[in-house]
Structures are given as C-alpha cells and as structure tokens.
C-alpha cells in the first residue's frame, strides 16, 4: 500500500514537472483534442460552406444541377475512397505525419478551387480537398479514441462534434457572405488560413505513433474500391441528366453499372479472404459495430443526400440571397453542438439507445416537416424543422459512435474509425446522387402534371392570361402583343416554379422515410451497463 501511494506520488511529481504538450502530462489529450476539433473544423467546413454557393457556381459556369452536383459529390468520393486507406498509412508511416499531410493536401485543394476557371477543373481540385479530408476526420477519431480512457471517451468524442456542429452552423453563413458581398471563389479560400493554423499546431502538439503491427498493403481492395465508387456514382447521377437521352437504358450506363456489380464482388471477396485487408469487414461481424454502421448509411443517405436541398430552395424558390440562405443554418449547429456533449455524458453514465431514438424520430420529422414547402412557406416554419433538426443531430451522433466501438478492442480502433467514416461518405455520396436524379425526374413528372392540367381553352386560362397581360401593360409598358406573350411566360414560369418546389418535396419525404428505418438497427443493438452487458 505504501509503495503504492509513494508510487503514485512519484508520478504526480514527474506530470507537474513535465510540459503541458508531453503525453504524460494530463492536459496532453486536451490540447490534442482541441487541435483535432481544428482539423474537423476545416474538414467539415468545405462541405457546408458550399452548398449555398452552388446556384452562383451554375450561373457562373452556365450549368445544370446534374453537372453541379459532382462539385459535392467527388469530394465526397474522394473523401469516401481516401478513409479507408488512411488507417494502414497511419499505421505505417505514424499518426502526426499523415494527419499533418492530411492538412497540407486539404489546404492546398481548397486555394486550387479558389483559382478554378471552369467546372472540370472545381471538380478535380474537390478531389484534391477530399483526399486531404478523408485523411483528417477518420485519424482524428482514432487519435481521439487511443488517447482517452473508456470513461472520458464519450465526453471526448462529443466536445470532437462540437466542431462539426460549428462548421453546419457557420459554414453556410459565412459561405452566403463572401458570395454575396464578393465572389463563390473566397468560400474555398476561406479554409487556408484555417488549415496553415491546424498544421503549425500539430507540428506544436501531436506525438507521433506508429503501429508496430503493420501488414502489407491490400492493392486489389484499394483498386478494386476505387473502380466501383466512381462508376456507380456516375451511372446514377447520368441516367437522368440531360445530357443523356437515352435515359438509364443508354449503353454507356449498363457498362458502368455492370463493371461497378464486378468491382464490389471483387472487394468484398477479397476482403474477406485476405490476412491484410484495406477494410476489415470481418469487423462488421461485431454486432454493435455492425448495427451502428447499417444505421450510419441509413442516416446519411437521408441526411446528406437532403442538405443541398434547403440552399437551392430558398435562393430559387423563395428569393433568398445566399447570407440569408446560409443563415437559416446558424441554429442548427449551436443546438447540436450543445446537446452533443449532454448526449456523451448520457452515454457514459446511461443507456445511449433512448437519445438514438430520439433522435432519429425527430430528424424524419423535421425531413417530413420540409416536406409540406411551398412558395408560401412561412420563414418561422422553415426554422422550426431546423431547430428539430439540429436538436436531432445533437443527441444522435455522439451516442452512435460510442455504442458502436463499446465492445471494439483498442488496437481496432483506426480501423473501425476508417470503415465508420467510409460508410458515413458513401452513404452520403449515395443520396447525393439518389436525390439530385430523384429531384430531376420528379421535377418532370410535375411539370408534365401541371403542364396537362392547364387547360387553354378554358376560360380560367384567359381571365388570368387577360389579367396578366394587363398587369404588363401597366407595369412593364409593354404592348399589347408583348403583354400577352409576357402573360403567357408568367403563367409558365409559375408552373415551373410549382414542379420544382413539388420535386423538392418529394426528395425531404423520401428522405424522412429513409431516415424512420435507422430505427430497426438501433433497436436491436445491445448496450452494457457498469457491470454487466445485457440486451436491449
């Protein structure tokens, strides 16, 4: 006993003794935390801070959505693609190192986007920015997860979101700002001062670690990933485009959905047989961490492949400026970032399934929510599915992550961080590419609808043409033969603007739909309590 106590003196001492930045040192975790939230910060940023630049980016390339569309989605793939193999680079080469060129790739990507000219090259320079991501976010979590004890890890975990939470809060707003008052080119060029701070701190912080416990690196997995995540993306997002009018039967689209089928047998086999795989998925046989990541792809592929929506809504639909647009955002990310840290502490202490719950009820009823929008959509209606939504946000994440790595040994971390994070952005690169085909069809579906409900003839059709035309004789000046073709326009371009808002409802009830089935997986994972495990 008294060996003990003098022991523990001992190290006492040597923790007063030693620098904040030594791993030894107490405050250590802390800092690295606050320097990964940097990171996260950055990372997530570049893929909020976007979405409302994109009608500005259309008219400034002159191009449709289906084409815009690849500005989110290849920086999700990239980030999707570059997750998995971060975790064996890591492994290799250390944590510090790769996490620090993680940065260095992200931030030269975004001035790379900033000098774009064109939507090809925007398109290659997100890439860049996603490699650089898919490198940052997984390792930040595995570093996080190694560094912290059992019973801090939740904590941890959730202040690491609060830096999510900030960039979904500020990142459209900010973005809206410099679109507004300057150019779309400043929200990429926004990220490098942001990435030069995160890189001088972890040449300050971070220790470096390597895992002695290296095998060889999986080339047929790593090629065989990269061959279908591209292919198959590509196959949803033309079958519909407009460029395409051969629509899903075009040859070019069966090949690629034929050879991206192939690629995934290739990957799944060969993961499963090999002694070094890219991605365990053996892993997934975890049944907790099995369950978490089928929730996670349910979850993103509503969440993700819906965010864009709201920004082309407001600034299409309504006449929203893009600072406006971003705006309605800000509260999302305070509630989340707020409730995020509540919802570890619950983790720790109790049951994580009831905020889990809870929270997916209240994200398909905020999507549902934005389901009923119109051209007359009240401002407080649209801000009270976002308040749900980011209440919903906040209990969700933190008690997922912590449920799902409860039973996951310590030396898996890195590679159950890399396959989460991988399922989370192929989910999301999923229903990006889902709902932008889905808005398109139904948005032709509606037209066609509304187009044949009009009737010419009738005499409604001429008093309102009538009134029309003369609203642009007295307004406009016009003539009485420019006032009816004017007439005639107005009526069309409110028919078009009803079949786009329609097109727009229907991805959010899609999206609450997809959401509501996270429920089944959650449901039947099991938890465990401070002395025994149990099912729930």
């Known amino acids: 006993m008294r060996r003990n106590n003098a022991l523990h003196r001992m190290r006492k001492k040597l923790r007063k003794r030693t620098s904040a930045f030594h791993p030894q040192h107490d405050r250590y975790k802390w800092f690295l935390l606050a320097n990964i939230m940097l990171g996260t910060f950055m990372a997530v940023?570049?893929?909020?801070?976007?979405?409302?630049?994109?009608?500005?980016?259309?008219?400034?390339?002159?191009?449709?959505?289906?084409?815009?569309?690849?500005?989110?989605?290849?920086?999700?793939?990239s980030m999707a693609v570059m997750l998995p193999t971060s975790g064996w680079l890591a492994d290799k080469f250390g944590y510090k190192r790769l996490y620090f060129m993680g940065l260095l790739m992200f931030t030269f990507g975004s001035l790379l986007c900033g000098m774009s000219n064109d939507e090809n090259t925007l398109i290659f320079s997100r890439i860049i920015q996603g490699l650089g991501a898919g490198t940052i976010q997984p390792l930040g979590m595995a570093i996080i997860t190694r560094e912290f004890p059992p019973h801090q890890r939740g904590m941890a975990i959730g202040f690491w979101a609060i830096a999510a939470a900030a960039s979904v809060s500020f990142g459209p707003m900010i973005g809206g700002y410099l679109v507004d008052n300057f150019n779309w080119q400043l929200i990429f060029d926004v990220n490098i001062p942001f990435g030069i701070a995160a890189m001088v701190f972890t040449i300050l912080i971070q220790k470096e670690y390597i895992n002695k416990k290296i095998g060889n690196f999986?080339?047929?997995?790593?090629?065989?990933?990269?061959?279908?995540?591209?292919?198959?993306?590509?196959?949803?997002?033309?079958?519909?485009?407009?460029?395409?009018?051969?629509?899903?039967?075009?040859?070019?689209?069966?090949?690629?959905f034929a050879i991206s089928a192939f690629a995934l047998a290739v990957f799944i086999t060969r993961e499963l047989t090999t002694k070094h795989?890219?991605?365990?998925?053996?892993?997934?046989?975890?049944?907790?961490?099995?369950?978490?990541?089928?929730?996670?792809?349910?979850?993103?592929?509503?969440?993700?492949?819906?965010?864009?929506?709201?920004p082309l809504y407001l600034?299409?639909?309504?006449?929203?400026?893009?600072?406006?647009?971003?705006?309605?955002f800000l509260p999302v990310g305070i509630i989340q970032g707020c409730m995020s840290p509540i919802a570890g502490k619950i983790s720790d202490k109790f049951s994580p399934k009831a905020p889990m719950i809870l929270g997916v009820i209240i994200l398909a009823l905020s999507f549902a929510l934005n389901s009923q929008l119109s051209f007359l959509t009240e401002h407080s209606f649209i801000m009270t599915s976002l308040y749900l939504r980011g209440f919903g946000l906040g209990i969700v994440f933190t008690p997922l992550s912590t449920l799902s790595l409860l039973t996951m040994p310590r030396e898996k971390m890195a590679q159950a961080s890399g396959i989460t994070n991988t399922v989370r952005q192929l989910g999301g690169s999923l229903g990006v590419a889902i709902f932008t085909t889905m808005l398109t069809t139904r948005v032709n579906f509606h037209m066609q609808m509304f187009g044949a409900a009009v009737q010419a003839g009738s005499q409604e059709f001429k008093n309102v043409a009538t009134n029309l035309a003369y609203f642009a004789q007295q307004h406009a000046g016009s003539n009485m033969a420019t006032a009816v073709q004017q007439s005639k326009y107005m009526i069309l371009s409110h028919i078009s603007k009803q079949a786009y808002i329609a097109g727009i409802d229907d991805d959010f009830w899609m999206a609450a739909i997809i959401t509501i089935l996270g429920l089944i997986p959650i449901v039947i994972m099991k938890t465990k309590n401070k002395k025994s495990t149990v099912k729930a």
């Open 45 to 77: 940023l570049d893929s909020t801070i976007v979405n409302v630049g994109l009608p500005k980016i259309m008219a400034s390339f002159g191009v449709g959505i289906d084409k815009i569309e690849w500005v989110i989605t290849s920086y999700m793939l």
């Open 218 to 256: 999986d080339l047929v997995g790593f090629l065989s990933i990269v061959t279908f995540l591209p292919l198959m993306l590509y196959a949803l997002s033309e079958g519909s485009a407009a460029s395409n009018s051969e629509g899903w039967h075009a040859p070019y689209i069966l090949v690629c």
């Open 315 to 328: 600034q299409n639909s309504m006449g929203y400026t893009a600072v406006q647009a971003g705006s309605v």
């Open 277 to 310: 795989p890219l991605i365990d998925l053996r892993l997934l046989g975890n049944y907790n961490f099995g369950m978490g990541n089928l929730v996670m792809v349910i979850f993103s592929m509503g969440m993700f492949g819906s965010t864009f929506l709201l």
